[in-house]
C-alpha cells in the first residue's frame, strides 16, 4: 500500500490496515489461531490472492505472525501478535459504528457464528467462572467459558465441557438478536451433558 506521507497517527496506522481486507483478516483472528482455509472461509468474497498478499503484508508489520502447531496435528496457522491484538478495541469501535451508521443490511448479505459471538465476549458475569462449554453452529465449533472479566469465547473444542449445544445458525443469530428467547432456541437445540449448564449458556448469548 502507498503511504498517505503523514505524520498524523491515523493517516500512519492506516498505512499499515487500511488496505481491504485487512481489518477484516484480525477480526477473523480475534477468537484465535486459524488455517488459511479457515481465513477464506471466513472471509466471502476474498480472492486467494488477495488473501495472500493481506497477510504478507500483516507478517511484515508484525501485526500477524504465521506458527505450525504441533504434533498430532501439525498445521500451519495465522494469529494476531500483540500489535494485532492492540486492535480489538479498534475492531469493537467499528462494530458499535457499524450497529448504529453502517449501511442497511441486505437479504444476501454473509453471515457466520463467530461474528455473532466475538462481540459477547464483553458481558461480564454472563456465566459462572470456571464453567466450560462447547458450542456448536453448523460447521464453526467454539469454546466458552465463564470468566470474572467477562465470556471466553474461542474457536475449536473444549476440554471437558460442562455441556454441548448444537444450534442452527438461525436459531443462533434469533437469541443472539433477542428475537427468540432461550426457552425458544432450547426447544430446537440438540444438548449433551448438563442441562442446567446448557441452559446458562444459552442464557448468556441473549441479550442482556
Same mark, same amino acid.
Given at each position: 500500500m502507498k503511504s498517505y506521507g503523514q505524520r498524523c497517527p491515523v493517516s500512519r496506522a492506516l498505512d499499515v490496515v487500511g488496505d481491504r481486507w485487512a $481489518? %477484516?483478516? %484480525?477480526? @477473523? %483472528? @480475534?477468537? =484465535?489461531?486459524?488455517?488459511? &482455509? /479457515? $481465513?477464506? /472461509? =471466513? %472471509?466471502? =468474497?476474498? =480472492? &486467494?490472492?488477495?488473501?495472500?498478499?493481506? $497477510?504478507r503484508d500483516l507478517e511484515s508489520a508484525g501485526i500477524v505472525t504465521k506458527r505450525t502447531l504441533p504434533p498430532p496435528t501439525p498445521v500451519t496457522v495465522y494469529e494476531a501478535t500483540e500489535a494485532g491484538r492492540a486492535l480489538r478495541p479498534v475492531l469493537q469501535a467499528l462494530r458499535d459504528w457499524g450497529e448504529e451508521y453502517g449501511r442497511p443490511i441486505a437479504h444476501n448479505d454473509a453471515i457466520r457464528a463467530s461474528w455473532m459471538l466475538t462481540p459477547l465476549a464483553r458481558r461480564k458475569g454472563a456465566l459462572p467462572s470456571g464453567r466450560v462449554y462447547e458450542l456448536r453452529v453448523g460447521d464453526e465449533v467454539f469454546e466458552v467459558r465463564g470468566a470474572r472479566d467477562g465470556l471466553s469465547i474461542a474457536g475449536g473444542q473444549a476440554d471437558h465441557p460442562d455441556a454441548v449445544v448444537e444450534l442452527g445458525l438461525g436459531d443462533l443469530h434469533a437469541l443472539t438478536s433477542g428475537s427468540a428467547t432461550p426457552r425458544d432456541v432450547r426447544r430446537r437445540a440438540d444438548i449433551d451433558g448438563d442441562d442446567e449448564a446448557a441452559d446458562q449458556l444459552l442464557r448468556a448469548l441473549a441479550p442482556v
Open positions: $481489518l %477484516l483478516v %484480525l477480526r @477473523e %483472528l @480475534e477468537l =484465535g489461531p486459524k488455517r488459511y &482455509t /479457515d $481465513l477464506l /472461509d =471466513g %472471509l466471502p =468474497g476474498v =480472492g &486467494t490472492n488477495v488473501l495472500s498478499a493481506r $497477510l
